[in-house]
């Protein structure tokens, strides 16, 4: 185990009836002018929004909004939202949505104190110092960024990716309702569960470790499987929703790289150049293809510890190989309608040649393997089919 600090300072209010509070808790805390930031309209259709705007008005809140952030958010957006806040002085931002609106809120409250392009944050130009309050209802659990200081933006001019980590744009309040996400479509739901698991195995697979740890990634990971299938067939089971979420943000707040060197990562970044490279494509879709791709290429280094995987995941008895292993995650990702190859999402064998030279650029990566181009092209090659 690798000595760590760990300091997480949002505060969770979680639950059912808790997205009311909201207006409450920006009095409590002196804000009186808020940016309302949301996305391409859920929040209107299952009455998200209109709780929001309630609890404001209850509370003497004023907001302004932006709407229309997209899925992979792009900078552009950003941009447009800080000339807002500059305008009408707000005093926080409240993120109504998913992980693209919360990252998006994060890069604006950030960009809100900074004379400069605060893309220069994203590609190391530019360390943040300060940034506006920030607080979130989210809808969508998936990314953990409810409760963690990374915000993911693409600048659409480059093609480019990129993320930023920072103390100053954790939240202050983080509300997760599980009941807002009924409305959630199933591919949203099994997307989101194949990132979170997707985080827990980064921490995993990592060269250092413990075994407390590692039971508890184990624990995230079986109750996201178990939860994910029970929620494809019932949307509204309360239960099912609750571990579902709590999962998603214990995934990557910190808890899962206690005692770890920080994480391999190498497949989030295999994937960000996808999804750059294809906006259409969710996240979590590409994590499900490259993420088995990457253990494939690397299962030498990784062979002792897929075996435990294969036994505390999956069950697995007997004999079996690291093979077989990889081989049970990808049929658990086909069997709730994730695909697992880059052709089955309209990726092309031309295009793995551009989608190299995207990831290239923040290369070498990873832990387990420090990746370079050549190895990077491989990966994407053993996913293609
Ligand atoms: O835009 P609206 O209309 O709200 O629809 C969204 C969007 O189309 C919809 N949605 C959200 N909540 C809903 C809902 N639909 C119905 N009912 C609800 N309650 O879901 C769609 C996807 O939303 P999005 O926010 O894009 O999804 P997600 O939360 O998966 O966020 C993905 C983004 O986060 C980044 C990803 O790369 C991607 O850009 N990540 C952020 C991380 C972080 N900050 O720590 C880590 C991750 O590894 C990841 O990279
Ligand atoms: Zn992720």
């Given at each position: ?69 997209r ?24 993120a109504?949505g ?47 960024t ?6 993911v ?5 480059t ?11 954790y ?10 996400q ?10 989101g ?13 990592d ?61 989030h ?22 993420f ?23 069950g ?6 690291p ?63």
């Amino acid at each position: 185990m690798e000595n760590f600090v760990f300091h997480n300072p949002t505060k969770l209010v979680f639950g059912k009836g808790t997205v009311e509070k909201i207006g409450e808790y920006l009095k409590k805390d002196g804000i009186r002018k808020v940016l309302m930031l949301y996305g391409g309209g859920s929040i209107k259709k299952n009455g998200v929004y209109e709780k929001v705007v309630r609890s404001l008005h209850d509370n003497g809140i004023e907001k302004v909004e932006v709407s229309g952030v997209r899925p992979n958010p792009v900078l552009s957006k950003v941009h447009e939202a800080i000339q807002v806040a500059r305008e009408n002085n707000v005093e926080a931002i409240l993120a109504v949505g998913g992980g693209s609106v919360v990252d998006s809120a994060k890069a604006i409250a950030a960009g809100f104190y900074y004379d400069g392009d605060i893309w220069d944050a994203f590609i190391g130009k530019y360390n943040v110092k300060k940034a506006l309050p920030l607080y979130v209802i989210l809808t969508m659990s998936a990314t953990g960024t409810e409760m963690n200081g990374n915000a993911v933006v693409t600048n659409e001019k480059t093609q480019e990716k990129f993320y930023f980590s920072s103390k100053h744009v954790y939240p202050v309040l983080s509300i997760v309702d599980p009941t807002t996400q009924y409305s959630l479509p199933a591919n949203q739901v099994v997307y989101g569960a194949i990132d979170a698991i997707s985080h827990v195995m980064e921490y995993y697979f990592d060269v250092a470790g413990s075994d407390l740890i590692d039971r508890i990634d184990e624990g995230i990971i079986k109750t996201l499987m178990e939860t994910t299938e029970v929620i494809l067939k019932e949307p509204e089971n309360y239960e099912a929703r609750a571990n579902f979420c709590l999962a998603t943000t214990l995934a990557l707040n910190g808890l899962t790289g206690l005692g770890t060197t920080g994480g391999d990562w190498s497949s989030h970044e295999l994937e960000h150049a996808i999804s750059a490279f294809n906006p259409d494509i969710a996240h979590g879709a590409g994590l499900a293809i490259v993420f088995p791709a990457w253990m494939s290429y690397v299962k030498e280094q990784i062979s002792e510890k897929l075996i435990k995987f294969g036994k505390n995941v999956f069950g697995m008895s007997g004999e079996f190989s690291p093979d077989d292993v990889i081989n049970q995650l990808k049929s658990w990702y086909k069997k709730i309608g994730a695909p697992v190859t880059l052709k089955e999402v309209g990726i092309n064998k031309e295009d793995i040649e551009k989608i190299t030279q995207l990831a290239n650029k923040h290369a070498p990566f990873g832990t387990v393997k420090e990746l370079k181009m050549e190895d990077i092209r491989k990966i994407y090659e053993i996913a293609y089919e």
